[in-house]
C-alpha cells in the first residue's frame, strides 16, 4: 500500500479536534517525515510501514510538550487509527492524502 505523500489529519483530543499535515516517505519498511501543526513542522522518529499499517513517533510542544505515538492504516487515500498520549490515552486521528 503506498504511503508516500502528503496527508491532513485530524487528532481528536481534550481539547477539541486538532489539524496536522503530514508529509511521509518510505524505505523498504522503514517510514521517514515530518509532521507539521501549528506554524511548527517536527521530524518523525521510529517510523515503520508493514504493508498497509502505519507507526510512528513525533514530539510536540503545543499545547504542552509530550512525544506521541501514532499506529495507523492506509486504506488508498484515507488513513486512520489512534495516537496514544500518555496520560490522555489513545486518540483517535484519520484524515486524506492530498
Given at each position: ?10 487528532v ?16 523498504g519498511g ?17 517510523g515503520k510501514?508493514?504493508?498497509?499499517k ?22 488508498g487515500?484515507?488513513?486512520?487509527g ?12 484519520s484524515?486524506?492524502?492530498?
Amino acid at each position: 500500500m503506498a504511503v508516500d505523500g502528503s496527508w491532513d489529519i485530524s487528532v481528536e483530543t481534550p481539547i477539541g479536534t486538532r489539524a496536522a499535515t503530514l508529509l511521509l516517505s518510505t524505505t523498504g519498511g522503514t517510514l521517514t517525515g515530518t509532521q507539521a501543526a501549528d506554524g511548527q513542522s517536527t521530524s518523525i522518529t521510529d517510523g515503520k510501514v508493514d504493508g498497509n499499517k502505519v507507526s510512528w513517533k513525533v514530539a510536540i510542544t503545543n499545547p504542552m510538550p509530550m512525544t506521541l505515538e501514532f499506529e495507523g492504516t492506509v486504506d488508498g487515500d484515507k488513513i486512520a487509527g489512534h495516537a496514544h498520549a500518555g496520560a490522555f490515552g489513545a486518540l483517535p486521528f484519520s484524515g486524506k492524502r492530498v
